[in-house]
C-alpha cells in the first residue's frame, strides 16, 4: 500500500514513521528552568550530527495543544543540558519521567532518580546513565509551529561522562552497554542480543 503524505492524517503519518524508524536511541534530557527546577524528559528523534566539533541532534514533535515542552524553553533561556543514555535498569525511572508534570516539579525526584553533578555545567545528568554527555545549545529550528509540527536542536557536547566498567582501554565497550530503544507504540527494546558484522573491503 502507498500512502500519499500530502493527505494522510497527521496521526497516521506518525503511527507510520514511529513504528518504521526504530528501534530509536533516546536521548533522556536534563535541564533547569529559573527557578532551579530540573527538568527530566526522554526524546525518541535522536542521533549524532557531526563528531568534529561533535554535536548531537535532538527533535520535538510538538504536543497536540501547540505548547513548548520544559525542555525546549529551559534550553532557550539557559543553553545547558545532560544527555543521558537508559539502561535497562532505568527504563521504568525514564518512562515515569514522560508523565505531563508541571514545570514546577522535578521529574527527577518524581521518578525516584538522583542527581549527579558535573563540573562544567550547572545542570547535573542522572546519576547511574551509563554515558552523559555534557552540552551546550548550538541552534534551535522550529520546521513548523504547529501540533506535531518539530524543532531540530543541535547541542555541541563539552564534555562526555562514562562509567568506568564500560571502558576497555580508555574506549566504551559495544559488548558491555546494554541501552534501551524505542519502538511503535508502548514498546521498547533493550539492545540485547545484538550480532556483529565486520565491515567489508573491496578487493584491488
Same mark, same amino acid.
Given at each position: 500500500?502507498?500512502?500519499?503524505?500530502?493527505?494522510?492524517?497527521?496521526?497516521?503519518?506518525?503511527?507510520?514513521?514511529?513504528?518504521?524508524?526504530?528501534?530509536?536511541?533516546?536521548?533522556?534530557?536534563?535541564?533547569?528552568?529559573?527557578?532551579?527546577?530540573?527538568?527530566?524528559?526522554?526524546?525518541?528523534?535522536?542521533?549524532?550530527?557531526?563528531?568534529?566539533?561533535?554535536?548531537?541532534?535532538?527533535?520535538?514533535?510538538? &504536543?497536540?495543544?501547540?505548547?513548548?515542552?520544559?525542555?525546549?524553553?529551559?534550553?532557550?533561556?539557559?543553553?545547558?543540558?545532560?544527555?543521558?543514555?537508559?539502561?535497562?535498569?532505568?527504563?521504568?525511572?525514564?518512562?515515569?519521567?514522560?508523565?505531563?508534570?508541571? &514545570?514546577?516539579?522535578?521529574?527527577?525526584?518524581?521518578?525516584?532518580?538522583?542527581?549527579?553533578?558535573?563540573?562544567?555545567?550547572?545542570?547535573?545528568?542522572?546519576?547511574?546513565?551509563?554515558?552523559?554527555?555534557?552540552?551546550?545549545?548550538?541552534?534551535?529550528?522550529?520546521?513548523?509551529?504547529?501540533?506535531?509540527?518539530?524543532?531540530?536542536?543541535?547541542?555541541?557536547?563539552?564534555?562526555?561522562?562514562?562509567?568506568?566498567?564500560?571502558?576497555?582501554?580508555?574506549?566504551?565497550?559495544?559488548?558491555?552497554?546494554?541501552?534501551?530503544?524505542?519502538?511503535?507504540?508502548?514498546?521498547?527494546?533493550?539492545?540485547?542480543?545484538?550480532?556483529?558484522?565486520?565491515?567489508?573491503?573491496?578487493?584491488?
Amino acid at each position: 500500500m502507498l500512502f500519499d503524505t500530502a493527505t494522510l492524517p497527521a496521526s497516521d503519518c506518525y503511527q507510520l514513521l514511529t513504528h518504521a524508524v526504530s528501534p530509536r536511541p533516546i536521548a533522556w534530557i536534563c535541564t533547569r528552568n529559573a527557578d532551579h527546577v530540573i527538568n527530566l524528559a526522554p526524546f525518541s528523534f535522536f542521533t549524532v550530527a557531526s563528531i568534529a566539533p561533535p554535536v548531537l541532534l535532538f527533535s520535538q514533535v510538538n &504536543p497536540r495543544d501547540g505548547q513548548m515542552k520544559d525542555t525546549l524553553r529551559n534550553l532557550r533561556q539557559h543553553g545547558e543540558c545532560v544527555v543521558n543514555v537508559v539502561s535497562p535498569a532505568q527504563a521504568a525511572a525514564m518512562n515515569q519521567s514522560c508523565a505531563p508534570y508541571p &514545570p514546577h516539579i522535578s521529574e527527577l525526584a518524581e521518578a525516584g532518580l538522583q542527581a549527579a553533578a558535573n563540573p562544567m555545567l550547572s545542570v547535573p545528568g542522572v546519576a547511574g546513565a551509563p554515558v552523559r554527555f555534557l552540552c551546550r545549545l548550538r541552534d534551535m529550528q522550529v520546521i513548523d509551529p504547529q501540533p506535531m509540527g518539530g524543532t531540530i536542536v543541535l547541542l555541541d557536547i563539552v564534555g562526555i561522562e562514562v562509567e568506568d566498567a564500560l571502558l576497555a582501554d580508555g574506549k566504551l565497550q559495544a559488548d558491555l552497554l546494554a541501552l534501551v530503544g524505542k519502538l511503535g507504540g508502548d514498546h521498547y527494546c533493550d539492545g540485547s542480543p545484538h550480532f556483529s558484522l565486520a565491515r567489508p573491503t573491496l578487493g584491488s
